[in-house]
């Protein structure tokens, strides 16, 4: 009798509709991983895969802990538990805070800093029954790290992943659980589309590599993070950004 073939891992994606997010489920589908994502609308991206086996895509909103719970059980029950998750949802705001109006810095608390949160504590319930370790990778920023003028709330939600991340590492590490952080410079997706010629050369002039990153620069790191090539890193952030924190 044939030994039953061993299942891909399954991945789970937040916001893997498009951008950073689309640009990870598509890699992880190529070396054979079972994905799983979601984001608040459907996107011609995620309506291509209907019907695909090893990809899941449901509706659910990152900002509201209910939704982010119906999708995880969803996501076990048609694909099992993940052995890795990706908090890579997130929403950009800027301008200067005595400004922003509160619902804007509540929005922002909630999909990128209460989201992760809400996401991976869902998931590490499933993840700690099954005990069979895992590894989680936070898409925070160099934001986050650096700190820049007009960018003060979505730098605490992106410092504060990184805050996660350190905890959960010292939480969950013997538990065979890692947790990383990826930290990317600005990337040319549709959260940099507002930059004005000016800004965009400004950013480049800083950045020894001379460009804006783009989304699949980032994948080679989350790919090594989910990987066993990592088995001995955590607590993490790597920074992604062509050298602009250097």
């Known amino acids: ?18 951008g950073l997010g689309r640009c990870l489920v598509e890699a992880l589908l190529r070396e054979d991983y079972v994905v799983s994502t979601f984001s608040r609308s459907e996107t011609e991206f995620t309506r291509g895969l209907v ?8 509706r659910a909103d990152a900002s509201d802990a209910t939704s982010l719970q119906r999708f995880v059980s969803a996501a076990v029950e048609r694909l099992g538990v993940p052995f890795g998750l990706v ?7 800027e301008g200067v805070l005595p400004a922003m109006p509160s619902e804007q810095i509540d929005g922002v608390l909630a999909t990128n800093l209460g989201g992760a949160l809400h996401l991976t504590r869902a998931v590490l319930r499933k993840m700690l029954v099954q005990k069979t370790g895992g590894s989680i990778v936070n898409i925070s920023s160099i934001i986050g790290l650096r700190g820049y003028s ?20 010292r939480e969950l590490g ?13 990337l040319e997706t549709e ?3 507002g930059l004005d010629d000016v800004q965009h050369q400004q950013i480049v002039r800083r950045t020894p590599l ?3 990153g783009r989304p699949e620069d980032v994948v080679g790191t989350v790919r090594f993070l989910l990987s066993d090539a990592s088995r ?7 920074a992604v950004d062509g050298g602009i924190t250097c």
């Open 51 to 58: 019907g695909n086996e090893r990809f899941m895509f449901e």
């Open 150 to 169: 007009g960018l003060a709330a979505y730098a605490a939600t992106k410092g504060g992943m990184d805050a996660m991340t350190r905890s959960l590492a």
């Open 87 to 93: 908090n890579c949802a997130g929403q950009a705001v």
């Open 210 to 212: 001379g460009r804006l």
């Open 232 to 238: 001995f890193v955590t607590g993490q952030v790597i």
């Open 174 to 186: 013997p538990r065979g659980i890692r947790v990383n952080s990826v930290a990317p410079g600005y």
């Open 191 to 193: 959260m940099t589309h």
């Open 1 to 18: 009798m044939e030994a039953n073939p061993k299942r891909s891992p399954h991945v789970m994606v937040s916001g893997g509709s498009r």
